[in-house]
């Protein structure tokens, strides 16, 4: 898994973390978040069900939830992040 070099000075600086410490606290916090955004919403709606939670309510809660939420970024293809790139 790719760690972001920038990331990982700025945890260090900002939490007084060796190099190491830092790359190891941000890979647990990306594996935290390793789940496509279909994994995470069945995972999630799967979980309010069990709460008695209806899916109005549900359908509502996820769309909120999602807006702060990290999901793992979909695989794009060469073809893909061009179209991102030049339109």
Request: glycine share 6%.
């Amino acid at each position: 898994m790719y760690v972001d070099p920038h990331l990982v000075r700025h945890v260090r600086e900002s939490a007084g973390l060796t190099a190491a410490e830092a790359e190891r606290l941000i890979g647990d916090v990306l594996a935290f978040h390793h789940e496509t955004v279909e994994e995470w919403v069945r995972r999630r709606h799967h979980e309010l069900q069990g709460t008695g939670a209806r899916n109005a309510e549900i359908f509502t809660r996820l769309r909120h939830e999602l807006d702060g939420h990290v999901v793992t970024a979909p695989d794009l293809s060469e073809r893909q992040l061009r179209r991102i790139i030049y339109g």
